[in-house]
Nanobody
Framework: QVQLIESGGGLVQAGNSLRLSCVFSGRTFTDYALGWFRQAPPKEREFVASISRNGAATKYGDSVKERFTISRDDAKNTVYLRIDSLKPEDTAVYYC????????????????WGQGTHVTVSP
């Protein structure tokens, strides 16, 4: 079965950058599209970004598309999320997700999830 392990979260000051990582294991990485979501209670889980199996296509949530960059390294079975110009409203738990086939922008279309990594942005 697929395992996803996120890392890279922490406490950062507004305006700085951060790169989150998610290591994939258990299946063939290139068979899977990857996504990042975030959740700041009591809000619902929010789509952040997704990337296709071959990395050629990406999609971003409307609220983040100018500051977030998703990428993948197939040699390392890892997907990344770079966040630039961090804002306090970026504070959330960030989750990595995977699904075989085409990428998706809704959480219900992903059946594999990591445990999340916390990002806290101070003013």
């Amino acid at each position: 079965q697929v395992q996803l392990i996120e890392s890279g979260g922490g406490l950062v000051q507004a305006g700085n950058s951060l790169r989150l990582s998610c290591v994939f294991s258990g299946r063939t990485f290139t068979d899977y599209a990857l996504g990042w979501f975030r959740q700041a209670p009591p809000k619902e889980r929010e789509f952040v970004a997704s990337i296709s199996r071959n990395g050629a296509a990406t999609k971003y949530g409307d609220s983040v598309k100018e500051r977030f960059t998703i990428s993948r390294d197939d040699a390392k079975n890892t997907v990344y999320l770079r966040i630039d110009s961090l804002k306090p409203e970026d504070t959330a738990v960030y989750y990595c997700a995977a699904r075989p086939g085409l990428m998706a922008v809704t959480s219900k279309n992903y059946n594999n999830w990591g445990q999340g990594t916390h990002v806290t942005v101070s003013p």
